[in-house]
T-cell receptor, first 121, second 119 residues
Framework: GAVVSQHPSWVICKSGTSVKIECRSLDFQATTMFWYRQFPKQSLMLMATSNEGSKATYEQGVEKDKFLINHASLTLSTLTVTSAHPEDSSFYIC?????????????????FGPGTRLTVL | AQTVTQSQPEMSVQEAETVTLSCTYDTSENNYYLFWYKQPPSRQMILVIRQEAYKQQNATENRFSVNFQKAAKSFSLKISDSQLGDTAMYFCAFMKLNAGGTSYGKLTFGQGTILTVHP
């Protein structure tokens, strides 16, 4: 259980276009999802926290209009990189917080998706 | 705010030997979790081990164990009998808990340590 998928795994796009990345929790409710950005051989940088049915909370320095996050259901969050430029090329990882269906309690653990490699030409 | 520091950018070890990865953190919180995550070349983040701050006993998971020193704010990972599949980037992470023992879910990561296991 507690599997998180991301789609696509790899995307190449032209500068100026928009790209949407999906993050799905496959077998559990994910009321909270997190989006990270990672450069090669560096740590994960939290971009935003996505809560189902409400606006995402962005970390300082992350452009809200550039990185649009939507969390419309308990199993799906999307990150849209708008008007992508080469400097947006990176590895994007989502994670989800597991909520027990019976007790309603949150697990104090995040489950990570496999990541999406974005290359902007 | 919390900070997590991994002072070893790269480490290497021979297969079957033991290696210890260091992690220190800074927090004023008393209730929190600490994690070690592994990121192999596939880049999938994998939870290695978890430690609740209120537990004095060090967590263990098969070949992986931690040395948790709460007063010193130190949380090292020991890998015994290293295997080639242990080659990965390892991240130490901190999660603050609220008074009820749950969290807001945010993780603070260290810079990571690249571990290479040589045959």
């Amino acid at each position: 259980g507690a599997v998180v998928s991301q789609h696509p795994s790899w995307v190449i796009c032209k500068s100026g276009t928009s790209v949407k990345i999906e993050c799905r929790s496959l077998d559990f409710q994910a009321t909270t999802m997190f989006w990270y950005r990672q450069f090669p051989k560096q740590s994960l940088m939290l971009m935003a926290t996505s809560n189902e049915g409400s606006k995402a909370t962005y970390e300082q320095g992350v452009e809200k209009d550039k990185f649009l996050i939507n969390h419309a259901s308990l199993t799906l969050s999307t990150l849209t990189v708008t008007s992508a430029h080469p400097e947006d090329s990176s590895f994007y990882i989502c994670s989800a917080r597991h909520r027990d269906r019976n007790s309603g309690r949150f697990w104090n653990e995040q489950f990570f998706g496999p990541g999406t490699r974005l290359t902007v030409l | 705010a919390q900070t997590v520091t991994q002072s070893q950018p790269e480490m290497s070890v021979q297969e079957a030997e033991t290696v210890t990865l260091s992690c220190t953190y800074d927090t004023s919180e008393n209730n929190y979790y600490l994690f070690w995550y592994k990121q192999p070349p596939s880049r999938q983040m994998i939870l290695v081990i978890r430690q609740e701050a209120y537990k004095q006993q060090n967590a263990t998971e098969n070949r992986f164990s931690v040395n948790f020193q709460k007063a010193a704010k130190s949380f090292s990972l020991k890998i015994s009998d290293s295997q080639l599949g242990d080659t990965a980037m390892y991240f130490c992470a901190f999660m603050k808990l609220n008074a009820g023992g749950t969290s807001y879910g945010k993780l603070t990561f260290g810079q990571g340590t690249i571990l290479t296991v040589h045959p």
